[in-house]
């Protein structure tokens, strides 16, 4: 069974520090990964996915198949990043997301 | 566009009652899903469909029912409300394409006593 785990419930750093948000996951399939982001009174909205390769905000995510990881990283962290972070898992087309339980990023002044 | 939509935001049920979660979008996306979230727990797929007249289970479905008469809703129903579906409801829809972004509505937090 596909399983997503982000061991870190709080992650606390001041401004202007790196930040790594670690996500591993289980499945025996080709996975599509994602990160999805919740800001305080928001909806959960999407930050970004793998297949993208993309940077939002700053933020970078590489997939390491080897390691089965997904982390999500920023060199330097910003009042505005703190918010409710989530890993989620695709699987086949995607169409159906297993999440990981979330990990709270609080970064401060 | 109003994204995805969901009534009511809040909801307090006694044990045994029955009520409908309401679920609307107006981006035309086929996809559908039903997510529950427990405190300190991340979100679990309750029901999901992939197109009007389809819905299909995910993991946690037990106490649950949901319908796909529209492309635009799917509610969610649950007949006999126990404490143990006290949580969070979150609805999402996303478009038919690989590696697809879901669009989730604000939620729905029901307390069952």
């Known amino acids: 069974a596909q399983r997503v785990t982000q061991p870190e419930k709080l992650l606390s750093v001041f401004k202007g520090a790196p930040v790594e948000l670690k996500c591993n996951y289980s499945?025996?399939?080709?996975?599509?990964l994602f990160w999805y982001v919740q800001y305080s009174r928001q909806r959960l909205q999407l930050l970004l996915r793998?297949?993208s390769r993309e940077s939002i905000k700053g933020f970078t995510a590489d997939l390491n198949k080897g390691e089965t990881s997904f982390h999500l990283k920023k060199p330097f962290a910003q009042e505005e990043d703190s918010a409710m972070y989530y890993c989620?898992?695709?699987?086949?087309?995607?169409?159906?997301?297993?999440f990981g339980t979330g990990t709270r990023l609080a970064v401060r002044p | 566009n109003a994204g995805v939509t969901q009534t009511p935001k809040f909801r307090i049920l006694k044990i045994g009652q029955s009520m409908t979660l309401q679920c609307a979008q107006d981006?035309?996306?086929?996809?559908m899903y039903w997510y529950r979230q427990d405190p300190g727990m991340g979100l679990k797929l309750i029901y999901y469909?992939?197109?009007?007249?389809?819905?299909d289970k995910g993991e946690v479905p037990n106490g649950y029912n949901v319908s796909r008469s529209t492309t635009e809703d799917f509610p969610l129903r649950l007949e006999l409300a126990a404490p143990s579906q006290t949580s969070v409801y979150f609805c999402?829809?996303?478009?038919?394409?690989?590696?697809?972004?879901?669009?989730f509505g604000p939620g729905t937090r029901l307390t069952v006593l």
């Open positions: 999402a829809s996303s478009a038919q394409s690989p590696g697809k972004e879901q669009f």
């Open positions: 499945y025996s399939g080709s996975p599509e």
């Open positions: 793998h297949i």
């Open positions: 989620a898992l695709g699987e086949g087309s995607g169409d159906k997301l297993t």
């Open positions: 981006m035309n996306h086929n996809y």
């Open positions: 469909s992939v197109g009007a007249g389809i819905t």
